[in-house]
T-cell receptor
C-alpha cells in the first residue's frame, strides 16, 4: 500500500470547517483513499473513503485531486467532539488489504 | 448496537501469565483482523482471518501469540507468558467481502497492562 504524509497536528476553531490534508503521491490506480479517526482511548472510527471522485456523507467530505496524489478531509462544522487523531490511508480493496496506519494528524478543536 | 464487540475491555496481568481476548465481529462479516496499538503510535496489523482460515500473520505476531476463529464467527487472541512489552491496546476489526469494497470497522479495543 502507498504511503501517506499528513501534518502531525492542526487546530480548528469550533464551528469552523476543518480541512485535513493528506499527500499520497505514489498511489496506484486501484488504491482507494480511506479516512479514519481515533478519539482518545477508543478504537478507530471509519469516516469516509473514495477512489477518484469527491465523496460526502453525514460525517465529512473527501476531496481528491484530479491526479489523485493528494486529498483533503473536510469536517464542515467542527465541534469539540471532533478532537481526535485523523488517519489517511490508501489501500487496495481486493484480497487481504489490511490497513496500514501512519501517525496521523492530531486535530484539536478549540472553543 | 451491532458493532464489533471486544472482551474484556481492560486486563491487568502479571508478567508470565497467559491472557486471552475475545472478539465478536459484525454479523455476517467474514473477514476479521487483529491489530495492536501502543501509546503514541497508530494501530499495527497482527493477523487476518477470512472465515475460519488465518490467511496472513504479521512478523509482530511472535510465537507467544496465537489467534483462532474456530467457526468463522468470533475470534480469540491468546498471549502466553506475557511480557511488559505486550502492554498495549489490542484492536479487533471486521469487514464484509463485497465486490464494491470492504470497509473495515473496529471495536473499542482491549487494553492490556502487564505488571
Amino acid at each position: 500500500d502507498a504511503k501517506t504524509t499528513q501534518p502531525p497536528s492542526m487546530d480548528c476553531a469550533e464551528g469552523r470547517a476543518a480541512n485535513l490534508p493528506c499527500n499520497h503521491s505514489t498511489i496506484s490506480g486501484n488504491e482507494y483513499v480511506y479516512w479514519y479517526r481515533q478519539i482518545h482511548s477508543q478504537g478507530p472510527q471509519y469516516i469516509i473513503h473514495g477512489l477518484k471522485n469527491n465523496e460526502t456523507n453525514e460525517m465529512a467530505s473527501l476531496i481528491i485531486t484530479e491526479d489523485r496524489k493528494s486529498s483533503t478531509l473536510i469536517l464542515p462544522h467542527a465541534t469539540l467532539r471532533d478532537t481526535a487523531v485523523y488517519y489517511c490511508i490508501v489501500r487496495v480493496v481486493t484480497g487481504a488489504n489490511n490497513l496500514f496506519f501512519g501517525t496521523g494528524t492530531r486535530l484539536t478543536v478549540i472553543p | 448496537d451491532t458493532g464489533v464487540s471486544q472482551d474484556p475491555r481492560h486486563k491487568i496481568t502479571k508478567r508470565g501469565q497467559n491472557v486471552t481476548f475475545r472478539c465478536d465481529p459484525i454479523s455476517e462479516h467474514n473477514r476479521l483482523y487483529w491489530y495492536r496499538q501502543t501509546l503514541g503510535q497508530g494501530p499495527e496489523f497482527l493477523t487476518y482471518f477470512q472465515n475460519e482460515a488465518q490467511l496472513e500473520k504479521s512478523r509482530l505476531l511472535s510465537d507467544r501469540f496465537s489467534a483462532e476463529r474456530p467457526k468463522g464467527s468470533f475470534s480469540t487472541l491468546e498471549i502466553q507468558r506475557t511480557e511488559q512489552g505486550d502492554s498495549a491496546m489490542y484492536l479487533c476489526a471486521s469487514s464484509p467481502r463485497t465486490s464494491s469494497g470492504n470497509t473495515i470497522y473496529f471495536g473499542e479495543g482491549s487494553w492490556l497492562t502487564v505488571v
